[in-house]
């Protein structure tokens, strides 16, 4: 399978690179199969992501999967946000080769794991998910 014209434009013109000074919440993964690592960086104000960028090292796909997740996931709840799995980011991509799928799967915990950090960092925030071990 070929990439598609959505994952092409994500990976030419990705949204959302950078970092964001002070965030919120603070998502890093990575896969050492591939060795694509992914920075999430959110902000959150009444409990919506106002803003989130991140910083991808990886294949195309894997900035991609990183460039359309961060566009999902800004301006959405906490609780949206948590909803967005890997298969609703590579079917907005219109698809990914199936050894490119892991990409769609960090992107999603890479939004996960901001949300944890960010629902560590504030005493306000009631932590919902499991602690990490």
Do not use: W
């Not at 915990?109 to 960010?118: R, S």
Request: aromatic content about 4%.
């Amino acid at each position: 399978m070929a990439y598609s014209d959505k994952v092409m434009d994500h990976f030419m013109h990705p949204r959302n690179v950078g970092k964001i000074e002070n965030p919120d919440g603070v998502g890093k993964v990575g896969n050492p199969v591939c060795g694509d690592v992914m920075a999430i960086y959110i902000k959150v104000k009444d409990n919506i992501i106002v803003d989130i960028k991140f910083e991808t090292f990886g294949c195309g796909a894997a900035i991609a999967t990183s460039s359309m997740a961060t566009e999902l996931v800004k301006g959405k709840s906490i609780e949206e946000a948590l909803k967005i799995s890997n298969t609703v980011v590579a079917e907005k991509l219109d698809g990914l080769p199936a050894n490119k799928l892991h990409c769609s799967l960090l992107a999603e915990q890479g939004i996960k794991a901001a949300i944890e950090d960010y629902k560590l960092r504030s005493p306000n925030v009631k932590a919902q998910s499991s602690k990490r071990e």
